[in-house]
T-cell receptor
Framework: GENVEQHPSTLSVQEGDSAVIKCTYS??????FPWYKQELGKRPQLIID?????GEKKDQRIAVTLNKTAKHFSLHITETQPEDSAVYFC??????????????FGTGTRLTIIP | NAGVTQTPKFQVLKTGQSMTLQCAQD?????MSWYRQDPGMGLRLIHY???????DQGEVPNGYNVSRSTTEDFPLRLLSAAPSQTSVYFC??????????????FGQGTRLTVV
């Protein structure tokens, strides 16, 4: 089965600086890579995703890059703000008859923005 | 539109007791899943279902049963609770986006303690 590793487990950055979280996956059949954000005491929510036919995707201050050859993908947050403090999970999935519904998650990164 | 509703939010069980965690969604999603979240281990898939009457095992199914008699409901049963099942449990339902991409909508979680 798929195995997703995520680093670092904790990350602290000054407000306004950039944050980068990295994930690697093992299954070359994986072709869909979403990122979820979980604020303290809340449920995880999808913030951005990327498919394997795209190398980079951007949405305002967040971007995700994918290197299929090396089997790794990264989340980049620029101009960090206090509300970016949360736990971030990467995930990977391969296409089944239904779609990319079966997600394997990384272990999470606790991001803290220092005012 | 309530989304994904989980009950209860908190539960304390004694070792050996059984219980059912309830999950209901009103978005008419075919795919539903149960995850457990443990510190340093991310979200691990317990069981999932691609539609009414169809269930399958995830990464950590031992000690848990599921059934899917309707599209809306996907209860998780703990057969004989053990301290190792102390965790936060999340139910999710998923919608298909373009190209087979999916977005998982999570319930608010159930914090279970087995003593």
């Amino acid at each position: 089965g798929e195995n997703v590793e995520q680093h670092p487990s904790t990350l602290s950055v000054q407000e306004g600086d950039s944050a980068v979280i990295k994930c690697t996956y093992s299954d070359s059949a994986s072709n869909y890579f979403p990122w979820y954000k979980q604020e303290l005491g809340k449920r995880p929510q999808l913030i951005i995703d990327i498919r394997s036919n795209v190398g980079e995707k951007k949405d305002q201050r967040i971007a995700v890059t994918l290197n299929k050859t090396a089997k790794h993908f990264s989340l980049h947050i620029t101009e960090t703000q206090p509300e970016d403090s949360a736990v971030y999970f990467c995930a990977a999935s391969s296409t089944s008859n239904f779609g990319n519904e079966k997600l394997t998650f990384g272990t999470g990164t606790r991001l803290t923005i220092i005012p | 539109n309530a989304g994904v509703t989980q009950t209860p939010k908190f539960q304390v069980l004694k070792t050996g007791q059984s219980m059912t965690l309830q999950c209901a969604q009103d978005m008419n999603h075919e795919y539903m899943s149960w995850y457990r979240q443990d510190p340093g281990m991310g979200l691990r898939l317990i069981h999932y279902s691609v539609g009414a009457g169809i269930t399958d095992q995830g990464e950590v199914p031992n000690g848990y049963n599921v059934s899917r008699s309707t599209t809306e409901d996907f209860p998780l049963r703990l057969l004989s609770a053990a301290p190792s099942q102390t965790s936060v449990y999340f139910c999710a339902s998923s919608v298909l986006l373009g190209q087979g991409d999916t977005e998982a909508f999570f319930g608010q979680g159930t914090r279970l303690t087995v003593v």
